[in-house]
């Protein structure tokens, strides 16, 4: 038999009708609101025979606050240093251009060598361009490297140079891709704290690991602090690579992970580049996904 509601009861009831009636919208009036700023890979800005000035004046007047630039590959960086400094766009990273080819999971240890050289040159750059990171591919799992001799070669090299990102003030960011090694959050999670270090973070790519099943929301939420920049493209399960904002990204969620976490800083687009029209396409895009049109 159902008893009468008594004083206590109505009021207990009531109030946890209230909670559930307000506290989404609540929690989601208490999410932060991210703040990003907009930037492109550099190879990305095309001018024919461009300056570093000439091209960072592109960059700008196409709403990019950053660049991230390739090491080895971008020649002239004192003019590159000058040109940022007359237009305010920033060198915010380097990418290290030869993870790829001399990897640093490789069974010779001559091309390991060969890979941990140019991951000091990029450091390097990185300090003389003003960036704060280099991003970094830790190596590839194929017939001839196993996970676990990826895992082992490619922290025991990176362990090398860390004396080096520390004095330099940069750091070491692990990006996620298609090398058939770190897949799944918890393994970057594990990758990342194996070496003890705040020079060693995360560098997420919202798209790429779409494919492996987890979103990327989730593995914001998973990498928090660890996540120390994101670039994207757009990848859809169905199409495969299409146009930023047509992927299975979910930006919003993916913003309001990028909130849960604090996150403030660069986001980076990794497209196909052009001129300025064409970027002019890409920045509204970004725009639109980011939630920064006006």
């Not at 109030?15 to 609540?26: I, S």
């Not at 090491?71 to 990273?93: C, F, M, R």
Request: aromatic letters at 8%.
């Amino acid at each position: 038999m159902n008893r009468p509601l008594g004083r206590r009861d109505f009021l207990r009831t009531t109030a946890a009708a209230a909670a559930a009636l307000t506290g989404p919208y609540l929690c989601g009036a208490e999410v932060k609101k991210p703040k990003l700023k907009k930037a492109v890979k550099y190879g990305m800005v095309r001018l024919e025979g461009g300056t570093h000035l000439a091209r960072l004046e592109l960059a700008k007047r196409c709403g990019f606050q950053g660049v991230e630039i390739d090491s080895p590959g971008t020649s002239d960086l004192d003019a590159l240093v000058k040109a940022s400094k007359e237009t305010g766009v920033a060198i915010h990273g380097v990418v290290d251009s030869v993870h790829w080819r001399d990897t640093l999971s490789h069974p010779d240890e001559k091309i390991r060598a060969k890979g941990l050289d140019a991951l000091r040159g990029a450091l390097e750059d990185a300090k003389t361009v003003g960036a704060d990171t280099v991003l970094l591919v830790p190596g590839v799992v194929n017939k001839d490297v196993t996970y676990q001799q990826c895992y082992e070669r490619s922290q025991a090299e990176v362990k090398k140079v860390l004396p080096l990102a520390e004095k330099l003030k940069v750091k070491i960011a692990i990006e996620v891709v298609w090398n058939n090694f770190i897949t799944k959050p918890e393994q970057l999670i594990q990758y990342v704290d194996d070496f003890k270090s705040e020079y060693v973070g995360a560098y997420f790519d919202c798209s790429n690991m779409i494919k492996y099943g987890v979103a990327p929301a989730d593995w914001i939420r998973k990498l928090g602090k660890r996540m120390l920049k994101f670039d994207f493209k757009g990848y859809s399960k169905s199409k495969e690579w299409v146009a930023i904002g047509e992927g299975d990204e979910n930006w919003p969620d993916v913003l309001a992970a990028l909130g849960e976490i604090g996150y403030d800083g660069w986001a980076t687009a990794e497209v196909g580049g052009g001129g300025e029209e064409h970027l002019k396409k890409i920045a509204a895009q970004m725009d639109k996904v980011l939630g920064l049109a006006q």
